[in-house]
């Protein structure tokens, strides 16, 4: 049975035509169209009709065209099936509402197919929705027609940024850096000069071979320099660095000694040791401590200074330390009662009452003269950093019967004055009297007996 | 499409007509919480007494569990990046979906008033003449300009660009049609599926 169905709203109307599914039943819902029109009574055309492919379409260019109004984002239109029906947006504010007629058998060009071009109010653009929404919910007329609402992915929708702009930043940058590199291809390759490396002279350089060339670091046993490198260097005389200085070298040694290997007797060293706690060289003090060297964390702990910095008068401090057969690390100052040991100088701590002090003014005045000249005559330069004092025992003749240092940096550097050599150990005598002794820092030498002017 | 779920977790059977997104978060995206904020401010253009019809309708609809009451409401709308105050928190779907039911039944509500003013629109448009020259059209641009001016930030980016009388008045004009297709049968859920364009995946 053919039936009509019209959606009616006050700018446009849908009119369909079809067929029920049963003839007999009056509620059948129209199953099969007919003839589907579209007519805007407002707008001077004759209505827009056509079957299903003509409906079909019409239903999806509204729904789509209808959310782009609503979201302001098109979904891109298909290229390889653009519709019978197409709705584009006028430049006023209206809508074009496009239809190409149904090609015609025989008719291969696509563009010669008559296009109808309605151009639309939002009035009338809503109510062909609404017409639409109406046959869609209603289950009477075609059921089979559902709206199909999607909202359009993410990949449909152009990037709202044009491509010129998003590849702006990227462009500066790839130019800044072909600038930059242009720019810097002329700058010339700085040289590179390997540190000049003076050649230190050394006690023992005698005995080393003399062909070595300057630049070529003396070659030894793990270390590249023996503490006799350092007798110029001014020693640290502080005795709280002193201290830190030990207690640092007792702990890193101690940490550093494979306790499993043990010594069958002490090996004993001296050690130089900066200022901050680098172990700037070491020597055996006695043979097992030459062949056991290897074993004890010495050679690692060396800090090899470079050529220029060896030469440097960095100040350092000296040590003896003793591995022990139970396992046992000791560190002691190098006392300058061992140096003078070691350069069989006597040099006596403390100097016994004088029995008979000489007497006379002008005799006290001489000595004191002769003993002026006669170390500033001897006298090289000291690197003590503070005044090093002296308590100097001379007797009737002038001869220097002994001596003994008064502060700490004065026992310690007493090596580099000429005083022990000066010590007459063949000197006697009855009378004698004390001088005081002291070489400043900057080089003045000062002497004055010891009780005083007379 | 996850419907059992959708049913259980609704508040409200109206809310289940609207389909979940496929969206990576749980929450509004930034252009859907703006539309439905400018929305509700064109009809409050349109009826001065919008805000009460609200929540009535929120209440009648039984969505009050989502929509609860003024404040809330406000705080919903203040989800909208481009407010004056605007709130931090997100917006739920849930939520979102009560709004645009909202907006949905308001329109339908005002539609006379939405045709009148459109049609009158057009008909001075074809004359060529301001919009201004209809009593009632005027009324809505110099509302709804007053009322986006007075709560949105005007140092948002967003806002600057409607720094003029006319591009404030293409906006409501824009919105007023918006409502229009709002109104309809299916237009709650042209609206829904709208917001989440070039968002799902």
């Known amino acids: 049975m053919t039936v009509k169905r019209q959606y009616r709203l006050p700018s446009c109307t849908l009119t369909l035509e079809g067929l029920t599914a049963s003839s007999s039943d009056l509620k059948s819902p129209l199953t099969v169209l007919m003839n589907a029109e579209c007519h805007f009574p407002d707008a001077d055309q004759p209505p827009l009709s056509g079957g299903r492919e003509f409906l079909d379409s019409l239903i999806t260019a509204v729904s789509r065209y209808g959310q782009q109004l609503l979201s302001g984002i098109a979904r891109p239109p298909n290229r390889d099936d653009p519709g019978l029906v197409t709705l584009k947006a006028d430049q006023g504010g209206g809508h074009h509402l496009t239809v190409r007629s149904t090609p015609l058998e025989g008719v291969v060009d696509p563009q010669a197919v008559p296009v109808v071009d309605i151009k639309l109010t939002t009035l009338q653009f809503h109510d062909l929705m609404e017409a639409i929404d109406q046959l869609l919910a209603d289950s009477q007329t075609l059921p089979d027609l559902t709206s199909h609402l999607q909202s359009v992915p993410r990949q449909l929708v152009k990037s709202t940024i044009p491509m010129v702009q998003r590849a702006t930043p990227a462009a500066l940058g790839a130019a800044t850096l072909a600038a930059a590199g242009l720019a810097l291809f002329f700058v010339p390759v700085p040289e590179i000069k390997p540190p000049e490396v003076k050649p230190t002279v050394t006690r023992e350089s005698s005995t080393a071979p003399p062909a070595l060339p300057p630049d070529t670091p003396p070659q030894g046993d793990g270390t590249n320099s023996s ?57 055996y003090e006695n043979d097992i401590a030459l062949g ?18 060896r030469s440097s008068q960095e100040p350092v401090a000296q040590f003896r330390a003793t591995f ?71 007797n009737q003749e002038g001869a220097i019967v002994a001596y003994a240092p008064v502060n700490a940096a004065a026992g310690l550097l007493a090596q580099e004055t000429p005083l022990p050599q000066m010590v007459d150990n063949a000197a006697s005598g009855a009378d004698q009297l004390d001088f005081m002794v002291v070489f400043t820092p900057a080089g003045v030498l000062q002497v004055s007996p010891w009780d005083g002017w007379p | 499409m996850p419907v059992d779920s959708l049913t259980r977790s609704s508040p409200s059977p109206i809310l289940a007509a609207l389909p979940t997104p496929q969206i990576s978060t749980p929450e509004c995206p930034r252009r859907a919480r703006i539309q439905i904020d400018l929305l509700l401010l064109a ?97 809505y641009l110099s509302r709804f300009k007053s009322h ?25 004009l824009e919105l007023l049609g918006q409502l229009l297709l709002c109104s309809g049968v299916l237009g709650t859920q042209r609206l829904w599926v709208s917001l989440f364009d070039g968002e799902v995946q």
Do not use: C
């Not at chain 2, 001065?48 to 003024?70: F, I, M, N, W, Y």
């Not at chain 2, 931090?88 to 939520?95: G, I, K, T």
């Open chain 2, 148 to 172: 986006f001016r007075a709560r949105m930030n005007p140092r948002r980016a967003g806002v600057i660009v409607y720094d003029t009388d006319e591009k404030l008045d293409q906006l409501a």
């Open chain 1, 227 to 283: 503490p006799e490198d350092f007798s110029q260097s001014p020693a640290i005389t502080d005795p709280n660095t002193l201290n830190l200085l030990q207690r640092n070298l007792t702990r890193t040694l101690q940490q550093g000694w494979p306790t499993d290997i043990k010594p069958s007797e002490d090996l004993s060293y001296r050690l130089v040791v900066s200022e901050d706690g680098d172990i700037l060289a070491y020597k």
């Open chain 2, 43 to 139: 009809t409050e253009a349109l009826d001065l007494s919008s805000g009460e019809t609200l929540l009535t309708l929120a209440h009648d609809l039984g969505l009050d569990s989502v929509v609860k009451g003024r404040v809330n409401l406000w705080l919903l709308r203040s989800t909208n990046p481009m407010r004056r105050y605007s709130q931090r928190r997100p917006m739920q779907l849930e939520e979102a979906k009560a709004l645009v039911t909202l907006i949905g039944h308001q329109a339908r509500r005002l539609t006379v008033l939405i045709r009148q003013l459109l049609m009158g629109y057009q008909q001075l448009t074809t004359q060529q003449l301001s919009p201004y020259h209809h009593l009632r059209l005027a009324d």
């Open chain 1, 324 to 394: 022990s057969p139970d396992g046992e690390v000791v560190v002691k100052p190098w006392s300058a009662a061992e140096a003078a040991t070691s350069s069989a100088t006597p040099a006596p701590a403390e100097l016994p009452e004088i029995a008979n002090k000489i007497r006379g003014s002008d005799r006290i005045r001489q000595l004191n003269d002769g003993l002026y000249d006669r170390i500033l005559s001897n006298l090289q330069p000291l690197s003590a950093s503070e005044p090093l004092t002296y308590r100097v025992r001379l």
């Open chain 1, 292 to 309: 056991e060297v290897d074993r004890t964390p010495l050679p690692k702990l060396a800090f090899d200074p470079v050529g220029s910095l």
